[in-house]
């Protein structure tokens, strides 16, 4: 079974705290991505990794970072949290390449920012 | 840059009719997914489609594919009580594996 874990379930952070989400998986994807859902707007790209040390910007990168110093992990930074950036956010992983691999997604974190 | 609508966003409807959802994608693609999202939930995949005119069907619901309309549809038949959830598209960008996601058409069945 493939698995696909977010550290918290849910988070309560004061504004300007910096704020890590960690995601990990344990099926030697190659990518790795970071979404926040929010009602009415579906699932945004924050961030996406393909390999260890790589990454790209997806559609709301700002402010928000990434760090992928290890395959298997994956992890959101929230540098100065603000209250708009209050959301669910979703980490998944997917085989990289051709084929009909599908991008697995881990429970979810909510994020609350007070 | 790669885009993908939607519609509709709310689909309420009578237990045992038909309906369908739209997917609609701005540029070319290879893969398109179709997930399921129950309440509170995570998402749960229910289709890939790869090529042009692919038809793939689980239960009561049918995914198709047109690869030259950059249209796909997930198509309900019969709807029943078990099929309420939000339902989303998503498309692969193409020369890479970002995957980006549709608004999601949450779906209520009554009696």
């Known amino acids: 079974d493939v698995k696909v874990t977010q550290s918290s379930r849910y988070l309560v952070k004061r504004t300007g705290e910096k704020v890590f989400l960690e995601c990990v998986q344990d099926m030697d994807h190659e990518n790795m991505f970071w979404y926040r859902q929010d009602p009415g707007l579906g699932l945004r790209l924050i961030y996406f990794s393909y390999d260890v040390k790589m990454k790209e910007k997806g559609d709301i990168p700002e402010g928000y970072s990434v760090s992928r110093e290890k395959k298997e992990r994956f992890s959101l930074i929230l540098e100065s949290a603000s209250t708009n950036q209050t959301s669910m956010y979703l980490c998944?992983?997917?085989?990289w390449g051709s084929g009909d691999t599908e991008a697995f997604f881990g429970q979810g974190t909510r994020l609350t920012v007070v | 840059e790669l885009k993908v609508e939607q519609n509709p966003l709310f689909l309420s409807m009578q237990e045992g009719k038909n309906y369908t959802i739209y997917c609609n994608y701005s540029t070319t693609s290879d893969r398109l997914y179709w997930y399921r999202q129950d309440p509170g939930k995570s998402l749960e995949s229910l289709f890939v489609l790869l090529s042009n005119g692919a038809v793939k069907q689980e239960g009561r619901l049918m995914a198709s594919l047109d690869t030259k309309a950059r249209l796909s549809t997930l198509h309900i038949t019969a709807a029943v009580h078990d099929l309420s959830a939000t339902y989303f598209c998503a498309v692969r960008a193409l020369n890479t594996d970002k995957l980006i996601f549709g608004t999601g058409t949450r779906l209520q069945v009554f009696p």
């Open positions: 998944a992983s997917s085989f």
